[in-house]
């Protein structure tokens, strides 16, 4: 349970004089769920970016079950097919069937056979309950049902773990539910998930360590129980207060009553 | 009282289509350097885009050279150069006393005859290879830009995905960019497809015996001019339209279900 699947450490990132990341460092477990949350151009998505290195850091380290992923000899293609990322807005391949987006890095990358992809991704799709529509081809499917197959393409290769880039925050909020629903049922499972979201329920109910990102930074971590009690920080507090008022359903958590604004 | 059976415009046309013979011909060998240039356009054309694209600063720059270029000149000047080329090429080693180029020397051609008529096409010799040759090279850059256009609408997030998977950028391109953008390709591409047909009779000014050079004899025999040129011209509206016609069913067979 304790060995360390990813290791970040002092990574820094900037795209050009913009500094986005400013020596980030945390670890993670194997079968650990993370969850990452703070406000926009915080640098969360580009910290999980950053981590299966499709925008290298600039600075730093990143190990992956041990291997240093900024070392130069290192194939960062054999590296990528370990991390599996769930996008925000999902990034299905658009010409390819629900099936055979699950099944074309099995076939592609890990060499399967045809059937042996075929079976293996509709085990895949059965798992996040899109088997009935496995020959449906993304644009005839809805936001949370396409997020679905996405959650399985990445599953599907059996990553060390997965990136979760705010997986629900382009969804309609009757859809956001069927996502979170498989995401738990996965964490349960014991994958090993590091979740950029603003899902706090999810968060509550499966995160074992929760990080507050702001400007580059981490301002605060701890778990759950912590943030929702007594975060220290008056930056969390706030930005935890902007969250409760879009989702108004934690009103017992928060019971600030000072209004005074934190830049 | 003069009878005329037939009016006097049928008989022109008629005795124009007398020659079908020579216009089946000249019709065979358009087409002929129509497919050829559109073959080559489209791989070279494919080559160049995914150059400018992919290509990183250095292979990219000389792709967009080389579009900038072909685009910015006269094809008859680009086909008087390759035409004039190997000549001068020749004068130079023949200075040298170095064994030349053999030019206009071979030929590969078919024949048939039909209802009588025997008819003779060259597939290839120094001229028709001088005219596929340089519609291709041409025809590169102009299809070149419109699968440019096509790999740019893909998002980038499809080749990050195919990446995020463990696929190399190329396989990405190949197996989920390349698939999306050739089928987006096919609307504008059908210009190209539609004006290179008409761009084919240019050869006609290097010596190649196309519709147009079948036209002129056809004319020498017959001093129907107005005649001659209108059936050519109905001619190319057919085969244009057909093109057309032939893209639209592809674009709508090959759309990806629910787009």
Sequence with gaps: MDKTILKVVDVWKSYDDLEVLKGISFELAEKEVKVIF???????????????????PDKGEIYLSGQNLMAPEVNLN??????????????????LKAIDNVSIGLRRVKGLTKEEARVKALDMLDQVKMKNWAEHYPAQLSGGQQQRVGIARALAMEPNLILFDEPTSALDPELIG???????????????MVVVTHEMGFARAVASEMIFLDQGVIVERGTPNHFFQSPKSERVKYFLRQIDILYGSHEALLKEPNEEEIK | MIFQSIPKELDELLR?????????VGLGKTMWLYAWALLIGFFLGLLLALS???????????????????????????????????????????????????????????STTMFGRTMTMVLLDHLTLIGILTLGLNS??????????????????QLEAAQSLGMSRRRGILHVVLPQALRRV????????AYLP????????????????????????????????????????ILISLISKVLDVIYKRMAIPGL
């Design chain 1, 38 to 56: 703070g406000p926009s151009g915080s640098g969360k998505s580009t910290l999980l970016r950053c981590i299966n290195m499709l925008t290298p």
């Design chain 1, 78 to 95: 054999a590296i990528r097919s370990k991390i599996g990322i769930v996008f925000q807005h999902f990034n299905l391949f658009a010409h």
């Design chain 1, 178 to 192: 069927e996502v979170l629903q498989i995401m738990l049922k996965i964490a349960r499972a014991g994958t090993t």
């Design chain 2, 16 to 24: 124009v289509l007398a020659f079908w013979d020579h216009i089946l």
């Design chain 2, 52 to 110: 400018r694209q992919y290509g990183g600063r250095i292979i990219s720059r000389i792709a967009t050279g080389y579009v900038e270029i072909i685009r910015g000149t006269p094809l008859l000047a680009q086909l008087f150069l390759f035409y004039f080329l190997p000549f001068s090429i020749n004068s130079f080693l023949d200075d040298r006393g170095l064994p030349f180029i053999p030019i206009g020397r071979w030929s590969f051609y078919v």
């Design chain 2, 140 to 157: 590169a850059a102009y299809q070149a830009e419109y699968l440019r256009g096509a790999v740019m609408s893909v998002s980038t997030g």
């Design chain 2, 186 to 193: 096919i609307p504008s591409w059908s210009n190209e497809a």
């Design chain 2, 198 to 237: 008409k761009y084919t009779v240019l050869v006609f000014y290097i010596g190649v015996t196309e519709i147009f050079a079948q036209a002129h004899y056809i004319i020498s025999e017959t001093f129907l001019t107005l005649t001659v040129y209108i059936v050519v011209a109905v001619i190319f509206l």
